[in-house]
């Protein structure tokens, strides 16, 4: 069983939270930038999968992100992830882009889920105070979602919680 952890990043929050959820998740490979990895076919190399997305292009219809994820985005559609476990986080804004606030997270969900992979990591929108997010999917974002701007102080239980539900939902993680 291998489960990789990947993330893309502008100003480095992305990558940090990566670093924390490597520190807390016994059998994940060390975090991999986007930016330098060229063939996405070691994805199917995995039984898990977990990524890590900002937003920076507020309100676009398309490639919020702003990072390496946006141009494989449709790359990521083609691949075969049948089997495959994936988990999404996402760095954002909730109180400044508190109508966008992690918008990016739902596009690698709607790619990796094209591709045929099993989508775990959901977590109640109970817990979150924003105006609206296209990650949210019925009353849960389709994934986990982190604010180091304005809610620093609430990541510590927020990924202590995550790592607790992906450690059912992906077999290989201690
Ligand atoms: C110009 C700008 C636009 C942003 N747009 C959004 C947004 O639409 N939604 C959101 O949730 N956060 C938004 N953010 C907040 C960033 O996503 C947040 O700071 C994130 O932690 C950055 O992650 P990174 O350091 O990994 O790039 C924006 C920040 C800036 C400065």
């Given at each position: 069983?291998?489960?990789?952890?990947y993330?893309?990043?502008?100003?480095g929050?992305?990558?940090?939270?990566?670093?924390?959820?490597?520190?807390?998740?016994?059998?994940?490979?060390?975090?991999?930038?986007?930016?330098?990895?060229?063939?996405l076919?070691?994805f199917?190399?995995?039984?898990g999968?977990?990524?890590?997305?900002?937003?920076?292009?507020?309100?676009?219809?398309?490639?919020?992100?702003?990072?390496?994820w946006?141009?494989?985005?449709?790359?990521?559609?083609?691949?075969?992830?049948?089997?495959t476990?994936?988990?999404?986080?996402g760095?954002?804004?909730?109180?400044?882009?508190?109508?966008?606030y992690?918008?990016?997270?739902?596009?690698?969900?709607?790619?990796?889920?094209?591709?045929?992979?099993?989508?775990?990591?959901y977590?109640?929108?109970?817990?979150?105070?924003?105006?609206?997010?296209?990650?949210?999917?019925?009353?849960?974002?389709?994934?986990?979602?982190?604010?180091?701007?304005?809610?620093?102080?609430?990541?510590?239980?927020?990924?202590t919680?995550?790592?607790?539900?992906?450690?059912?939902?992906?077999?290989?993680?201690?």
């Amino acid at each position: 069983m291998t489960v990789g952890i990947y993330f893309a990043t502008t100003t480095g929050k992305t990558e940090d939270i990566a670093e924390r959820l490597h520190g807390l998740l016994g059998g994940a490979e060390a975090p991999r930038d986007m930016s330098d990895m060229d063939d996405l076919s070691e994805f199917a190399n995995h039984d898990g999968i977990i990524c890590g997305i900002p937003t920076w292009n507020t309100g676009a219809d398309s490639e919020r992100s702003g990072t390496a994820w946006d141009s494989i985005l449709e790359d990521i559609g083609g691949l075969s992830l049948s089997g495959t476990k994936v988990a999404i986080f996402g760095l954002g804004d909730s109180s400044t882009y508190t109508e966008n606030y992690c918008d990016a997270m739902e596009e690698l969900h709607r790619y990796f889920k094209q591709a045929g992979a099993t989508m775990v990591g959901y977590v109640s929108v109970k817990e979150y105070t924003f105006d609206e997010s296209k990650s949210v999917l019925g009353d849960s974002f389709c994934g986990l979602p982190l604010d180091e701007d304005s809610e620093s102080d609430m990541t510590d239980s927020r990924i202590t919680q995550w790592v607790d539900q992906l450690k059912q939902e992906i077999p290989g993680l201690s």
